[in-house]
């Protein structure tokens, strides 16, 4: 649907502010070089004048004022933004209902968002998703994140006796964690995974593979049926591979693999997990891959497989719901874990990536931070987190928010294996943290997958890459 | 003595409007690059620090960063001689190589000339997603359905890093040819036709017609379609973001130094860098056009 995207007040003051008249006079009159400072440089200014504090209680614990607006900014990608409008916005105007919302959404975060930052007047909410997200690692360092750590220890929207803490998955707090403070709100849990139909499987007579033999005798026995192709991949985004070769690399040797890469170790990329898990995925990219992968993205590749063009591929638990005008009615999606390597794997079977996303940040320079992080209260309810994930059919990071409610296969079957994982669940960090190594990765897993590299050179390219950002200064360091 | 002060006036008026857009708009974004590049800036706060040439020297250690000069340096060489090749030819085609008495052009002209003309009228970033379709790997695509119907492998055009960057070449030259078969057209319509008669009078065939007569008497129409075209070939961007992968790759195959200076401002948030290559690109744009114009300087021919 069609969103008026209000101008943003122009961030830097300047001539744009003034009218055509305003400005010719003032080009005759002002000394050019005020008219030059005035333009793109950063120039500070005064954060936003805050009103008279008002005071916090149980049910108001940040403070609140009655009447300030609030002005909430969604990435409109693939949950839309109609969960904003009529699931959250609703819920936190029976509480504030002389608090005027300003909603708006855009696909390109960045582009509308940033030169707020810029300017020190950005939003009070923000849905910093998708591919245009904005640079957390940037924002925190600095200091544009307000500090969401007493929203942890806020009692929660449902209950005064317990805190919005105890109300999440514990990875949400870790990942949205900077520097020791907790400033980012990782709102869905993106569980990750091999996709299949249901239908294809069952009417084939294929099995869903626990062991790595297994996966690719299946890959083998597809392949013979003629049917269809095996496995594919958003080969024009290759990070939707080098997911479950990090996860395979974790399930090999342990979580700290993961942990290594994160914190920039010394061979970390070398490291013998990383190795096997390589050479096992380059394997399937030379035998086992649809014609053309390389070329296609990820909705083309989910498409095929809609078209029953090909049997498996990678990806998360949005995936669902991004395919759901596409998807035939009978389809039934379905997902299993990266199957055990050997019987030594490190962790056993089961073991997931599962990573909070869709993450949610409130400005510290905003105009209203506290009607912000409310907001964050308000949509950790287990009513809007359980109606939201009706809504775009996924899995919520509110503990029980989906129980009693009917789910779609996909995001059925994406909740019994988290549950099933328990905690041997694993994450890497360093895609966000160092975007040059992630851009890095994407280009060198394409390779890897298409032959140009060896599974030896894919991971010395990695290492050189990660020592290169290690040594580099004006790259700040994060570590877990 | 009040008439010429009131004449200045008049033009002191008329001048300071557009001096003034020009200097804002212009000049001083510029200006604030080359400050820009001296900072560590990363797009969000409104205290950047200074760090002197820092960026620079990393600029220079930057592998990716020689990859896309590479790449500017073989479309610099390449996109003008390609492009002014095709062109010249076509343009003699349609205006004097038709053969017979008269030297006109091949039968139907009219009609190529609007053709040639077509890709110029759609917007870049519009080829760019049509020719992502000429070129999709499967057999959907325009160039692979065929070969694969044939029983042949289909082509990586764009997810094979060694033939990604010959079909963003070919792309580029295809959308440029038919503005400058115009162009070269309306300078041999200046030229007058008894030339080209007499010389056919004297036996010259369309080889000798070429190269003795409209290539030298259009020398100066191709200086500067060389400059456009060298000037195209430095900014490349938008063809390049659209239609490749990754922004260009796959594996970096195709990137370019506008594409990176894109990558490092809006992706890695460095907009200090970003600048800084910024500024280093303006040198090269600038050193370009210096460079060109005085190496093809040579004597107008009257006529």
């Given at each position: 649907?069609?969103?008026?995207?209000?101008?943003?007040?122009?961030?830097?003051?300047?001539?744009?502010?003034?009218?055509?008249?305003?400005?010719?006079?003032?080009?005759?009159?002002?000394?050019?070089?005020?008219?030059?400072?005035?333009?793109?440089?950063?120039?500070?200014?005064?954060?936003?004048?805050?009103?008279?504090?008002?005071?916090?209680?149980?049910?108001?614990?940040?403070?609140v004022?009655?009447?300030?607006?609030?002005?909430?900014w969604?990435f409109?990608?693939?949950?839309?933004?109609?969960?904003?409008?009529?699931?959250?916005?609703?819920?936190?105007k029976?509480?504030?209902?002389?608090?005027?919302?300003?909603?708006?959404?855009?696909?390109?975060?960045?582009?509308?968002?940033?030169?707020?930052?810029?300017?020190?007047?950005?939003?009070?909410v923000i849905?910093?998703?998708g591919?245009?997200?904005?640079?957390m690692?940037?924002?925190?360092?600095?200091?544009?994140?307000?500090d969401?750590?007493?929203?942890?220890?806020?009692?929660?929207?449902?209950?005064?006796?317990?805190?919005?803490r105890?109300?999440?998955?514990?990875a949400?707090?870790?990942?949205?964690?900077?520097?020791?403070?907790f400033?980012?709100?990782?709102?869905?849990?993106?569980?990750?995974?091999?996709?299949?139909?249901?239908?294809?499987?069952?009417d084939?007579?294929?099995?869903?593979?626990?062991?790595?033999?297994?996966?690719?005798?299946?890959?083998?026995?597809?392949?013979?049926?003629g049917?269809?192709a095996?496995?594919?991949?958003?080969g024009?985004?290759?990070?939707?591979?080098?997911?479950?070769l990090?996860?395979?690399?974790?399930?090999?040797?342990?979580?700290?693999?993961?942990?290594?890469?994160d914190?920039?170790e010394?061979?970390?990329?070398?490291?013998?997990?990383?190795?096997?898990?390589a050479?096992?995925?380059?394997?399937?990219?030379?035998?086992?891959?649809?014609?053309?992968?390389?070329?296609?993205?990820?909705?083309?590749?989910?498409?095929?497989?809609?078209?029953?063009?090909?049997?498996?591929?990678?990806?998360?638990?949005?995936?669902?719901?991004?395919?759901?005008?596409?998807?035939?009615?009978d389809?039934?999606?379905?997902?299993?874990?990266?199957?055990?390597f050997?019987?030594?794997d490190?962790?056993?079977?089961?073991?997931?990536?599962?990573?909070?996303?869709?993450?949610?940040?409130?400005?510290?320079?905003?105009?209203?931070?506290?009607?912000?992080?409310?907001?964050?209260?308000a949509?950790?309810?287990?009513k809007?987190?359980?109606?939201?994930?009706?809504?775009?059919?996924?899995?919520?990071?509110?503990?029980?928010?989906?129980?009693?409610?009917?789910?779609?296969?996909?995001?059925?079957?994406?909740?019994?294996?988290?549950?099933?994982?328990?905690?041997?669940?694993v994450?890497?960090?360093?895609?966000?943290?160092?975007?040059?190594?992630?851009?890095?990765?994407?280009?060198?897993?394409?390779?890897?997958?298409?032959?140009?590299?060896?599974?030896?050179?894919?991971?010395?390219?990695?290492?050189?890459?990660?020592?290169?950002?290690?040594?580099?200064?004006?790259?700040?360091?994060?570590?877990? | 003595?009040?008439?010429?002060?009131?004449?200045?006036?008049?033009?002191?008026?008329?001048?300071?409007?557009?001096?003034?857009?020009?200097?804002?708009?212009v000049?001083s974004?510029?200006?604030?690059?080359?400050?820009?590049?001296?900072t560590?800036?990363?797009?969000?706060?409104?205290?950047?620090?200074?760090?002197g040439?820092?960026?620079?020297?990393?600029?220079?250690?930057?592998?990716?960063?020689?990859?896309?000069?590479?790449?500017?340096a073989a479309?610099?060489?390449?996109?003008?001689?390609?492009?002014?090749?095709?062109?010249?030819?076509?343009?003699?085609?349609l205006?004097?190589?038709?053969?017979?008495?008269?030297?006109?052009?091949?039968?139907?002209?009219?009609?190529y000339?609007?053709?040639?003309?077509?890709?110029?009228?759609?917007?870049v970033?519009?080829?760019?997603?049509l020719?992502?379709?000429v070129?999709?790997?499967?057999?959907?695509g325009?160039?692979?359905?065929?070969?694969?119907?044939?029983?042949?492998?289909?082509?990586?055009?764009?997810s094979?890093?060694?033939i990604?960057?010959?079909?963003?070449?070919?792309?580029?030259?295809?959308?440029?040819?038919?503005?400058?078969?115009?162009?070269?057209?309306?300078?041999?319509?200046?030229?007058p036709?008894?030339?080209f008669?007499?010389?056919?009078?004297?036996?010259?065939?369309?080889?000798?017609?070429?190269?003795?007569?409209?290539?030298?008497?259009?020398?100066?129409t191709?200086?500067?379609a060389?400059?456009?075209?060298?000037?195209?070939?430095?900014?490349?961007?938008?063809?390049?973001?659209?239609?490749t992968?990754q922004?260009?790759?796959?594996?970096?195959?195709?990137?370019?130094m506008?594409?990176?200076i894109?990558?490092n401002a809006f992706?890695?948030?460095?907009?200090?860098?970003?600048?800084?290559?910024?500024?280093?690109?303006?040198?090269?744009?600038?050193?370009?056009?210096?460079l060109?114009?005085?190496?093809?300087?040579?004597?107008?021919?009257?006529?």
């Amino acid at each position: 649907m069609p969103n008026p995207i209000d101008p943003p007040s122009v961030p830097h003051g300047g001539p744009s502010r003034l009218s055509r008249r305003e400005l010719l006079r003032g080009a005759a009159l002002m000394p050019v070089a005020g008219a030059l400072a005035a333009c793109a440089t950063p120039a500070s200014k005064a954060p936003a004048q805050s009103a008279a504090p008002v005071a916090t209680s149980a049910a108001n614990p940040f403070g609140v004022a009655a009447d300030r607006p609030l002005e909430v900014w969604i990435f409109d990608g693939g949950f839309g933004d109609a969960y904003a409008k009529d699931i959250h916005q609703p819920l936190f105007k029976v509480k504030y209902p002389k608090v005027e919302v300003k909603h708006n959404s855009t696909k390109e975060i960045t582009k509308v968002l940033q030169p707020r930052f810029a300017g020190g007047n950005p939003p009070d909410v923000i849905d910093n998703s998708g591919a245009g997200a904005m640079d957390m690692g940037a924002l925190a360092q600095d200091g544009q994140l307000q500090d969401l750590g007493p929203l942890l220890d806020a009692p929660s929207w449902d209950d005064p006796n317990t805190k919005v803490r105890d109300t999440l998955d514990p990875a949400v707090i870790d990942f949205g964690t900077y520097d020791g403070t907790f400033h980012v709100l990782g709102y869905v849990n993106y569980i990750h995974g091999i996709w299949y139909s249901q239908k294809v499987f069952r009417d084939n007579g294929w099995q869903v593979p626990k062991t790595w033999d297994e996966f690719v005798k299946l890959c083998e026995t597809i392949k013979k049926s003629g049917k269809m192709a095996p496995f594919t991949y958003a080969g024009k985004h290759p990070q939707y591979l080098y997911e479950p070769l990090m996860t395979m690399a974790a399930k090999i040797g342990g979580k700290e693999v993961l942990v290594n890469l994160d914190n920039l170790e010394d061979g970390a990329w070398t490291a013998e997990p990383m190795r096997q898990s390589a050479a096992a995925w380059a394997e399937i990219g030379a035998k086992y891959l649809m014609e053309g992968t390389a070329g296609l993205d990820h909705v083309q590749t989910q498409t095929a497989q809609n078209k029953y063009k090909v049997a498996m591929l990678p990806s998360g638990s949005w995936l669902e719901n991004e395919q759901k005008t596409t998807t035939p009615a009978d389809f039934e999606y379905g997902m299993f874990p990266i199957p055990d390597f050997t019987s030594s794997d490190k962790l056993p079977y089961g073991t997931l990536h599962s990573r909070p996303g869709e993450t949610f940040l409130v400005p510290a320079k905003a105009a209203n931070p506290q009607g912000g992080t409310e907001y964050l209260r308000a949509m950790l309810s287990k009513k809007a987190a359980g109606d939201f994930s009706e809504l775009v059919r996924t899995v919520s990071v509110v503990k029980g928010a989906g129980e009693g409610r009917p789910l779609s296969p996909g995001a059925k079957s994406a909740t019994a294996a988290l549950a099933a994982a328990g905690d041997n669940t694993v994450y890497f960090r360093w895609r966000n943290w160092y975007a040059q190594l992630h851009d890095e990765a994407v280009a060198a897993t394409g390779e890897l997958m298409s032959g140009g590299l060896t599974p030896e050179k894919y991971l010395e390219r990695l290492q050189k890459k990660a020592d290169e950002i290690k040594g580099d200064s004006s790259i700040k360091k994060y570590r877990r | 003595m009040i008439n010429r002060y009131r004449r200045g006036l008049f033009i002191t008026a008329f001048l300071a409007a557009p001096v003034t857009l020009y200097l804002v708009y212009v000049i001083s974004p510029y200006t604030q690059a080359f400050y820009i590049a001296m900072t560590d800036w990363r797009g969000v706060t409104a205290t950047p620090n200074f760090i002197g040439l820092d960026n620079f020297v990393r600029l220079f250690a930057d592998s990716i960063f020689w990859k896309a000069v590479t790449h500017n340096a073989a479309l610099l060489l390449l996109l003008p001689l390609l492009t002014i090749v095709i062109a010249l030819f076509f343009a003699f085609l349609l205006n004097v190589g038709g053969g017979g008495r008269g030297a006109a052009g091949v039968p139907g002209s009219r009609f190529y000339r609007v053709l040639f003309f077509f890709p110029q009228v759609l917007a870049v970033t519009v080829v760019a997603v049509l020719f992502q379709q000429v070129f999709r790997p499967d057999g959907s695509g325009m160039l692979n359905g065929p070969l694969m119907a044939l029983g042949l492998r289909p082509v990586g055009f764009l997810s094979d890093p060694g033939i990604a960057f010959w079909s963003v070449l070919g792309v580029m030259v295809w959308q440029a040819v038919g503005f400058y078969v115009v162009l070269f057209s309306a300078g041999l319509a200046s030229i007058p036709r008894d030339m080209f008669e007499a010389a056919q009078i004297d036996g010259a065939g369309r080889v000798s017609l070429f190269f003795r007569i409209t290539l030298p008497l259009l020398w100066d129409t191709v200086q500067v379609a060389w400059v456009y075209l060298g000037i195209l070939a430095l900014d490349v961007f938008a063809i390049v973001w659209v239609m490749t992968d990754q922004h260009g790759g796959p594996d970096f195959s195709t990137t370019v130094m506008a594409t990176e200076i894109y990558r490092n401002a809006f992706t890695y948030f460095r907009f200090g860098y970003a600048s800084a290559l910024g500024v280093v690109m303006f040198f090269f744009t600038v050193g370009f056009a210096v460079l060109s114009l005085r190496l093809s300087r040579r004597e107008r021919i009257e006529y």
